[in-house]
């Protein structure tokens, strides 16, 4: 198992991403679920901790309509007249994150319904660089859509 080995960090949570798993750090003193993970409980302060997959379901309890995005966005072609939307997700498993919501219409947002129940979805998206050598390289995104 060499993932038990992987720090407790946003990069370890985007490595895992990668092989398309949502992973949470677990405490290991007080059972809180830490999402992103981070080396420390913010509850009880305890430092030992344990991976623990976490599945993609949830709902939207809250979200936002983005025009101007960050890079990545922009490249994949949205922009103010092809907004994104960007969601928190609660997760059936407790904690809270905040990824971009799919197949909802984005250029309406009053038909995006809170509590959608939403299905985690992994999007490869061209990391686009100025160096035009590595300019294809993909990397996988966690996104959420809306279950059916
Ligand atoms: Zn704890």
């Given at each position: 198992m060499g993932e038990a080995a992987l720090p407790f960090t946003a990069a370890s949570f985007d490595t895992f991403v990668s092989q398309k798993k949502i992973m949470a750090a677990r405490c290991k003193k007080c059972g809180n679920l830490i999402l992103p993970p981070r080396n420390m409980c913010g509850k009880c302060y305890g430092a030992e901790l344990e991976w623990e997959e976490v599945a993609g379901k949830g709902k939207l309890i809250s979200f936002t309509v983005i025009g101007v995005g960050p890079t990545p966005m922009i490249n994949e072609g949205y922009n103010r007249d092809n907004p994104y939307c960007s969601g928190v997700v609660q997760l059936e498993a407790g904690p809270r994150i905040c990824t971009q919501i799919l197949g909802v219409d984005a250029k309406h947002p009053e038909n995006i319904k809170l509590n959608t129940p939403l299905v985690a979805d992994f999007v490869e998206r061209g990391s686009y660089s100025?160096?035009?050598?590595?300019?294809?390289i993909k990397k996988t995104y966690l996104a959420f859509r809306p279950t059916e």
């Open positions: 100025l160096v035009p050598v590595i300019a294809n």
